[in-house]
C-alpha cells in the first residue's frame, strides 16, 4: 500500500461519522415514537422490542465509530512523525480534516501548484516512516 493510499483511509472519514450519527439519530427517534390515530407521532408507550433493536444498532454504529477514530488516531500518529511542520499541516487539512486542496492552499498561502509539490515531498517523507513501522 502506498502512503497516498494508507492516508486516504482518513479521506472522507467525517462523512461516513455523520452519516453513522444520523442512523444512530434516527433509530431512536423510530424507537421512541408512536404512531396514533391517522399517522400522528406522539413519543413515548413503544414495545421493548422497538427499544432492543435501538440498542443493538446503537452498540453497532458506535463499534464501527470507534474503528473509524481508531484508524484516524493512528493516521495523526504517523502525521505527527513528519518534522516539518508545513508539511504535517498539509498532510493533516488534506487526509484528515477533509478539505479541498485549494483550500489548503489558500490557508497555507501557497499556490495550488506549490501545494502539489509540498504533498509529494510529504508523501516520501510518510512513505520513509510506514517503511520504519514495518
Same mark, same amino acid.
Given at each position: 500500500m502506498t502512503a497516498k493510499e494508507w492516508l486516504s483511509r482518513a479521506r472522507k472519514?467525517?462523512? !461516513?461519522? !455523520?452519516a453513522l450519527q444520523t442512523s444512530k439519530e434516527q433509530a431512536f427517534a423510530?424507537?421512541?415514537?408512536?404512531v396514533v390515530g391517522g399517522g400522528e407521532h406522539v413519543s413515548g408507550g413503544e414495545p421493548a422490542d422497538k427499544h432492543a433493536a435501538y440498542a443493538e444498532l446503537s452498540l453497532?454504529?458506535? !463499534?464501527q465509530i470507534e474503528k473509524l477514530e481508531q484508524v484516524r488516531a493512528?493516521?495523526?500518529?504517523?502525521?505527527?512523525q513528519v518534522e516539518d511542520n508545513t508539511l504535517a499541516t498539509l498532510l493533516t487539512e488534506y487526509y484528515v480534516n477533509d478539505k479541498? +486542496?485549494?483550500?489548503?492552499?489558500?490557508?497555507?498561502?501557497?499556490? +495550488? !501548484? +506549490?501545494t502539489m509539490k509540498l504533498h509529494s515531498k510529504a508523501l516520501q517523507t510518510v512513505e520513509v516512516i510506514l517503511e520504519k513501522r514495518t
Amino acid at each position: 500500500m502506498t502512503a497516498k493510499e494508507w492516508l486516504s483511509r482518513a479521506r472522507k472519514m467525517s462523512g !461516513r461519522l !455523520r452519516a453513522l450519527q444520523t442512523s444512530k439519530e434516527q433509530a431512536f427517534a423510530r424507537a421512541t415514537s408512536v404512531v396514533v390515530g391517522g399517522g400522528e407521532h406522539v413519543s413515548g408507550g413503544e414495545p421493548a422490542d422497538k427499544h432492543a433493536a435501538y440498542a443493538e444498532l446503537s452498540l453497532s454504529v458506535d !463499534r464501527q465509530i470507534e474503528k473509524l477514530e481508531q484508524v484516524r488516531a493512528e493516521i495523526l500518529q504517523v502525521i505527527g512523525q513528519v518534522e516539518d511542520n508545513t508539511l504535517a499541516t498539509l498532510l493533516t487539512e488534506y487526509y484528515v480534516n477533509d478539505k479541498t +486542496w485549494e483550500e489548503v492552499a489558500a490557508e497555507q498561502h501557497y499556490s +495550488w !501548484r +506549490w501545494t502539489m509539490k509540498l504533498h509529494s515531498k510529504a508523501l516520501q517523507t510518510v512513505e520513509v516512516i510506514l517503511e520504519k513501522r514495518t
